[in-house]
């Protein structure tokens, strides 16, 4: 069992590595996002229509996002395949184990 527990151990922190890099990457552009945004509200709020530069920014950064974001659920959910994989192992392990 200790076997099985191992190579869960092995497989988890490249995928949690992963995360992170995705969570720190999804801040720094959303920050950029939010300062994008203000810049827009500024002209709005003057009755001036925002330059096509920002709009087209706003977008960009918008859509990293959302890559980012299914990125993220992506990896959320190899995280979790991983965890059940080694959990049915280490169950099935222990319902034979007795049998020896």
Do not use: W
Not at 24 to 45: F, H, N, P
Not at 92 to 97: D, W
């Amino acid at each position: 069992m200790e076997e099985i527990a191992a190579h869960r151990d092995r497989r988890l922190p490249g995928v949690e590595r992963q995360i992170d890099i995705l969570l720190s990457d999804r801040r720094v552009i959303t920050k950029e996002l939010d300062k994008e945004l203000s810049g827009a509200s500024t002209y709005r709020a003057e009755s001036r229509e925002v330059p096509q530069e920002i709009s087209a920014r706003i977008d960009e950064l918008d859509g990293m996002v959302r890559n980012l974001d299914q990125q993220l659920l992506q990896r959320a959910e190899e995280k979790q395949a991983i965890i059940d994989e080694f959990s049915a192992k280490i169950a099935r392990f222990n319902e034979i184990k007795p049998l020896n």
